[in-house]
């Protein structure tokens, strides 16, 4: 683990020097020249009550996180000083801004295509620690398939990618891992809401901020609910508004969680939920160094970081499973079911 930390620190500070040798100026141009996502953990109606996107107000917060001077960042803008002072404001009162004796950075997670490439090397010894356990774990989950009789209706292959990748790791797990490990009751309070916040830099359009899988639940016409397990939704999603005969193909694949199999999937979260918080304590050091090294100490909590890479994590855990040929990921990266 120590030689791990110490290559960590080593592509930090060439990572670091790299981007000292960029002027202001192009890192700006970059910024303003980029795609970014917006991301939002939540339940209910705990959501942002702005237009995160309006007057560049996103791209401040990015030039923030990258250390650019708030002058220079104004000048990009173009806002007068009273603007600026209005802006920053209102993203402090938003929650989404500190100015103190550090000055102006942003308080939610942000994250650079650099950043986001570290960030999946420094949470490579979760994801094979994780990786290899589910591995282990695969032929107990399939007597318990075979059990429970699902494998006289369903296909354990075919539904690998959302069992071992959705249901052990990401939406049946997530809430109980904050309660538990991060030892939250609640998310991050933002003007009056609850929520965890992300702004990711995108260069492939085509899918997901740096290919992370998630989970997404939402109504798509007047009678059907559609949950998307994947991470090229954002195509997808534009079809399902657009194209009906798209969507009533989608609707007639997607998989009917049935209440049998919801249980299923409860139970055997809650079996792999012990090993899984094992390993995430086993690391802790680790995470924390991380968090520490890689600056976002100075802009957000650890619960709030480890929140989002975690995601990069069991992304990577998840590609790691599909290179060995433990779980199928669907051709276009997405599993449907309702």
Same mark, same amino acid.
């Given at each position: 683990m120590k030689t791990i930390s110490l290559v960590l620190l080593a592509m930090l500070v060439e990572v670091g020097c790299s981007n000292n040798q960029k002027s202001s100026q192009e890192v700006l141009n970059h910024i303003f020249s980029s795609k970014y996502e917006h991301s939002i953990i939540s339940k209910g109606d705990n959501l942002p009550d702005f237009n995160r996107r309006e007057d560049s107000i996103d791209l401040f917060l990015v030039a923030l996180h990258q250390r650019i001077e708030p002058k220079k960042i104004q000048k990009k803008v173009d806002w007068s000083d009273e603007t600026?002072?209005?802006?920053?404001?209102?993203? %402090?009162?938003?929650?989404?801004?500190?100015?103190?004796?550090?000055?102006?950075?942003? #308080?939610?997670?942000?994250?650079?295509?650099?950043?986001?490439?570290?960030?999946?090397?420094y949470g490579k010894p979760l994801a094979m620690d994780i990786a290899q356990s589910i591995e282990k774990?695969?032929? #107990? %989950?399939?007597?318990?398939?075979?059990?429970?009789?699902? #494998?006289?209706?369903?296909?354990?292959?075919s539904m690998s990618f959302l069992i071992l990748s959705n249901v052990l790791l990401d939406n049946w797990q %997530?809430?109980?891992?904050?309660?538990?490990?991060?030892?939250?009751?609640?998310?991050?309070?933002?003007?009056?809401?609850?929520?965890?916040? #992300?702004?990711?830099?995108?260069?492939?359009?085509?899918?997901?901020?740096?290919g992370i899988y998630g989970n997404q639940y939402g109504k798509i016409n007047d009678s059907s609910y559609l949950s998307i397990y994947g991470n090229n939704r954002i195509i997808v999603n534009a079809r399902l508004k657009s194209d009906s005969a798209f969507r009533d193909s989608v609707l007639n694949v997607a998989l009917k969680l049935t209440p049998e199999l919801y249980n299923f999937f409860e139970g055997i979260a809650k079996d792999y939920r012990p090993k899984l918080l094992k390993i995430l304590n086993e690391q802790t050091d680790h995470s924390r160094e991380v968090f520490e090294k890689s600056g976002y100490?100075?802009? %957000?909590?650890?619960?709030?970081?480890?929140?989002?890479?975690?995601?990069?994590?069991?992304?990577?855990?998840t590609n790691i499973l599909a290179k060995r040929h433990a779980l199928t990921i669907p051709k276009e990266g997405n599993f449907y079911y309702r």
């Open positions: 600026m002072k209005e802006k920053t404001q209102f993203l %402090i009162s938003k929650g989404w801004l500190i100015d103190d004796d550090k000055g102006l950075r942003p #308080s939610i997670f942000i994250v650079t295509d650099q950043e986001g490439k570290e960030l999946y090397e774990e695969i032929p #107990s %989950i399939k007597g318990k398939f075979k059990t429970a009789g699902l #494998s006289d209706k369903y296909d354990f292959n %997530i809430m109980e891992m904050e309660a538990i490990y991060l030892k939250k009751e609640n998310r991050p309070e933002r003007h009056g809401k609850f929520y965890y916040a #992300s702004i990711m830099e995108n260069v492939n359009n085509a899918y997901e901020p740096f100490s100075d802009e %957000i909590t650890f619960e709030e970081f480890f929140i989002w890479w975690y995601h990069f994590i069991y992304t990577d855990a």
